[in-house]
Each structure stands twice: as C-alpha cells, then as structure tokens.
C-alpha cells in the first residue's frame, strides 16, 4: 500500500578524484519520514543534493514517482519542482520579505495568480507562526524564524517529498527547538520527508526508517528502535557512543 | 590675476559654463546608465550556466571570449585615444560620419561599459550562492532567479561602485574635449583662450566640477537607504 516516492538506485558521486557517493540505494515510502545520520563528511549533502537535481550523479539513478530525474526531460524538471528543499543556512532571499520569500514559488513556478500566492504563502506562514512577520526582511529575523521561514517557502509549492539538511545545525541551542517543532508537526501529519540531521533525539522518534551513511555509503539502515539500540554494524555503534559522549543530545533510552 | 577677473568671466560667460557643464553631466549620466546596462548584460551573458550541447558549450566559449575581447581592449587603452579611434575610424572604415555629439555619448557609454561588466560580474558573484541554489529548488529558471533573486542583490551590490563610475564619468567626459564636444572643459579652454586667463578660468571650472561631484555622497546615501527599505519592521496581529 505504501508506494514509492523516491527511488535511489546506485548512486555514485565523485568531487576530483574524491569518491563522495559510493553506491547508494534506498527508496522512501509515501507518508514515511527517513532519517540520514553520519558524520560530518559522510557525503549526507550530497546524496540529499542529488535527490532535487541540485547536484547531478556520475552513475546510477533517482527516481521520483517513477520519473528519472537525472533525466533532462520536460518530465524532471516538473517533477523536482514537487520536491521541497531546507538548507542549513536558510538560504532565504535577501533582497524579498518574508511573504515575497514564500509567495515567489507559487507565482513564478506554480503560475498562480497574486492574490492566491498571498493566500497560500500566509497559510503556511500561518502554519509555522511566522504569519505576523510576513513584512520582514530575512536579516531582521533570528536563526530559528528564518528557518521557520524557509521550511514555508519550501511548503508553498505544495512538494510530495520534503528535504531537509541539517535544519537545525546553524542555529543557536535555544532556537532548535521551535523548528524541530514545525519538522515534528510536519512528519506527524503524514508529510514525505528525508531529514539528515544529528539531532538524534528527533531522528529516534520520528523517523520510520534510519540510514547510517559513513564513507560515501549506507553502512547501515533500519527501524530507529534497532538503529539506536542494538546498531549490528560496530561503526554505527562507535558513531554513536561518540555522539552520546559529546555535547550532542542523547538519544531518550 | 586679480579678483575682478573672476567677476567678469563668470557675468560674461556664465551661460556657456552652464551649457558646458550640463553637457559633461548628461554625458557622465548617460554614459554611467548605458554602461551599466551594458554591464548587466555582459555579465548576464557570462554567468550563463555552462551549455548542454557541443554546439552550445561552443558557441558560449566563442561569445565569452568576444566579450573578455570587448572587456580588456576598453579598459587597456585610454578613452581619449579610444575617442579619436572611434571618431575618426568610423568615417574612414564605415563610410558613416558621426556627428560628435553622438560619439561622444557612444564612446562614454561603451568605455564605462567595459568597466561595469567587471564590477556587475563581481556583484552577481557576491550574491550567497546558497540563495541561487533556493531559487532552482523551488523550481525557477535560471532567467528567473535572475530577475527576481540575483540582480536585485546585484544592484544594491554594486551601487557604491556605479557612483565612483559616475563621478569618473563626469571627470572624464573631459577628455572628450579631444573630439571638439561642448562639455565643461571644453568650454573653458575657449574661454581662457579668448581672455588668455587660464588659472582664473580653470579656477572656477574647477568649483563647478565640484560642485557636481560632491553632492553624489548624498545622493548614494539616499538610494542606497531606499534599496534596504524600512530598518524595522512590525510585527502583524495574527487572527485566525
Ligand atoms: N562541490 C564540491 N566540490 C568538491 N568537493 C565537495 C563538493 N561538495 C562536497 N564535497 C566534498 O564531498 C564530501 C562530502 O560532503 P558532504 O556531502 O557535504 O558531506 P556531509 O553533508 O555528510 O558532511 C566532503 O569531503 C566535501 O568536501
Ligand atoms: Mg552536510
């Protein structure tokens, strides 16, 4: 009953002579929220970045809803536009407020008319609690209101798979919190979601399915319960006994 | 010298000033805007993503060095030796004779346009590239994340940097004094030739270029405050 939306089916990447992808395949299920730990280095950005076109993999193919996106098609470009994107950085458009910011896609892309973009860009701003700050410019914002912003933004066009690459990692500690607030509330109504994050509490208890990428390849993937506790492979467990001694949050036990 | 000097050349002549001086500011305006269009476009141009065909990856790499040509040729040579080219060479090659007028304002325009494709090139590259990548995310082209996203960001960029071109400009439609064109220094060589009072003459040519170059401080102050927008902004009633 649970349908693919995405398929990953042997990914390769280099960057120079560097491998970064070395043979990726997964699928994400419709409806299921798929967590991508590892660490810092582990070719996470780029395997999110391959899943939206933004990067291009030297080998092998996604599919989404059955259509190749490394495919240059009529047919891929339509179909990464349903493919929603939140940067670590934001990456808001300075130059726009925050409804500008959110009303751009459902216009330009989506071809709505102003009135409708407005009305959706409000809704979703409305949704996240940043509807009051609709005439802010990105740099009057804090971290977290501006990663709130962004996860709008990406909403408004109405995506089937949302991405989101480390969400929270840019921001200060007191502001993680109303963020994984809105991703929570997101995977909790049902939405597809890939999250890579290292906010392993989260990763626990709304992923469906967790991926351990380390060295360019999924080294490990399951259900979180096992994942987290009884992790078979031993370089999962070493990451993780690394992450629970630093000042990272723990996983609840 | 002598005060009295300054008085009769300034009751005498003030119109021809005038006129003078209105010539280098419409020259330095005009020159400044058509350059800086020019320099969007070059720069548009080659910031380009990288062609899908062999013809096309040709055809760019052909365009691109035609207008590096363009680039460095203007800014290796001197506008005056560029405007007696210009002037001279477009009767002798093209059989079209220019009047002056007209190749003042194209040798100014083209001239500041080598240099504005530098600096928009530069502005467009400060813009964060993390911004460029939102644009494609939500699905926009490249045409329009440029139009709504990056030259936006681009103008308010390179504001400061088309003011020092501005200034340049006004200063530098001097040279075209070369080509027999009206502008301020032009007029003024006239009039200290006539009166054979040159440092009286220049003295004042001198306030009058600064009294046009001074002021553009200001007005960049003014418009790079209206490009940010408001400071603050307020924090909406939520209903609903
Ligand atoms: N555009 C690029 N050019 C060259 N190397 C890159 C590029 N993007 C990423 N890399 C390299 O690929 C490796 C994996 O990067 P990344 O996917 O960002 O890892 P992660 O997100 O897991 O930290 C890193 O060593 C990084 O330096
Ligand atoms: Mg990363």
């Not at chain 1, 042997?10 to 992808?21: C, E, T, W």
């Not at chain 1, 993680?176 to 909790?188: C, D, K, N, S």
């Not at chain 1, 399951?222 to 990272?248: H, M, N, V, Y």
Request: charged share 20%; aromatic share 8%; with cysteine.
């Amino acid at each position: 009953m649970n349908s693919s939306v995405i398929e990953a089916r042997g990914l390769f990447k280099s960057f120079g002579n560097q491998a970064v992808l070395r043979g990726i395949d997964f699928d994400v299920c419709s409806g299921n929220v798929l967590a991508v730990i590892g660490s810092s280095g582990s070719g996470k950005s780029t395997l999110l970045r391959c899943l939206n076109g933004l990067e291009t993999a030297d080998r092998g193919h996604v599919f989404f809803h059955g259509i190749d996106l490394q495919a240059r098609t009529k047919g891929a470009f339509e179909a990464k536009k349903r493919i929603g994107m939140v940067f670590q950085q934001f990456n808001l458009f300075a130059n726009l407020n925050i409804l500008q910011n959110c009303m751009l896609g459902a216009e330009k892309v989506n071809g709505k008319s102003k009135a409708e973009a407005r009305d959706i860009a409000v809704s979703y701003l409305t949704d996240v609690g940043m509807a009051g700050y609709i005439d802010a410019k990105p740099h009057q914002l804090s971290g977290g209101q501006q990663q709130r912003a962004a996860i709008a933004r990406a909403l408004t066009l109405e995506p089937d798979v949302m991405l989101f690459d480390e969400p929270t990692s840019a921001l200060d500690p007191e502001l993680v919190g109303e963020v994984l607030a809105v991703i929570r509330q997101l995977a909790l109504s049902g939405r597809t979601m890939v999250i890579v994050t290292h906010e392993m509490q989260v990763a626990q208890e709304l992923a469906d399915e967790v991926i351990f990428m380390d060295d360019g390849v999924i080294a490990e993937k399951g259900p979180p319960e096992q994942i987290f506790s009884q992790p078979k492979e031993a370089r999962t467990a070493s990451f993780l006994a690394r992450f629970r001694q630093g000042r990272f949050s723990q996983p609840a036990p | 010298m002598s005060a009295d000097w300054f008085v009769r050349i300034i009751v005498r002549y003030w119109p021809l000033f005038l006129r003078g001086a209105g010539l280098s500011l419409l020259l330095a305006l005009v020159g400044t805007l058509a350059g800086l269009l020019i320099g969007l476009g070059v720069a548009s141009v080659k910031s380009l993503p990288p062609g899908r065909t062999v013809a096309g990856r040709v055809l760019r790499r052909a365009v691109n060095l035609l207008l590096t040509c363009y680039i460095e040729l203007f800014r290796s040579t001197p506008m005056m030796v560029q405007a007696m080219v210009i002037y001279y060479g477009s009767e002798m090659f093209f059989g079209i004779s220019v009047d002056k007028l007209t190749a003042a304002f194209f040798i100014i325009s083209i001239n500041t346009g080598a240099y504005m494709s530098e600096i928009v090139r530069g502005g467009i590259f400060a813009v964060p590239k993390g911004q460029v990548e939102a644009c494609r995310a939500i699905g926009l082209t490249h045409g329009q994340s440029m139009l709504y996203v990056v030259l936006p960001q681009t103008l308010r960029n390179i504001l400061p940097a088309t003011a020092n071109e501005f200034i340049i400009n006004l200063k530098d439609s001097s040279v075209l004094n070369i080509i027999s064109v009206n502008e301020l220094f032009f007029v003024s060589r006239s009039v200290a030739g006539a009166n054979i009072r040159y440092f009286e003459t220049f003295l004042i040519t001198s306030v009058i270029y600064l009294a046009m170059t001074l002021p553009m401080n200001r007005l960049l102050k003014y418009f790079e405050r209206r490009m940010d927008g408001p400071r603050t902004f307020n924090v909406k009633e939520v209903t609903g």
